[in-house]
Nanobody
Framework: QVQLVESGGGVAQPGGSLRLSCAGS????????VAWFRQAPGQEREGVACISSNHGSAYYPRSRSMEGRITISRDYAENMVHLRLENLKPEDTAVYSCAAVEWGLCPLSEDHYEYWGQGTQVTVSA
């Protein structure tokens, strides 16, 4: 069964950090562009990072609120994609989900993604 499973969410204090993980099950993520999205209560889902499959290039959508605080990376051995969140702020509280598409490059639209995980909750609170 092909699926994506996120982990690593939880409660963090402002200024803290978390590493979220997206594991591919039933398929190899090597040939897939993988992205992370987040959705806060009452807000639209927004893309926060994507890593391509062809060169492992990282892309960060223009989001001033997260600029310089996020890093996406691949772990080929574990068939995972990680998202490192630094200097967390209360406004980072959201459900973070990963998505994958069998493309070399990262799609501009989330409509192109084939597989989605269930999401992991990140809560930033003192």
């Amino acid at each position: 069964q092909v699926q994506l499973v996120e982990s690593g969410g939880g409660v963090a204090q402002p200024g803290g950090s978390l590493r979220l993980s997206c594991a591919g099950s039933g398929f190899s993520l090597d040939l897939y562009a993988v992205a992370w999205f987040r959705q806060a209560p009452g807000q639209e889902r927004e893309g926060v990072a994507c890593i391509s499959s062809n060169h492992g290039s990282a892309y960060y959508p223009r989001s001033r609120s997260m600029e310089g605080r996020i890093t996406i990376s691949r772990d080929y051995a574990e068939n995972m994609v990680h998202l490192r969140l630094e200097n967390l702020k209360p406004e980072d509280t959201a459900v973070y989900s990963c998505a994958a598409v069998e493309w070399g490059l990262c799609p501009l639209s989330e409509d192109h993604y084939e597989y989605w995980g269930q999401g992991t909750q990140v809560t930033v609170s003192a």
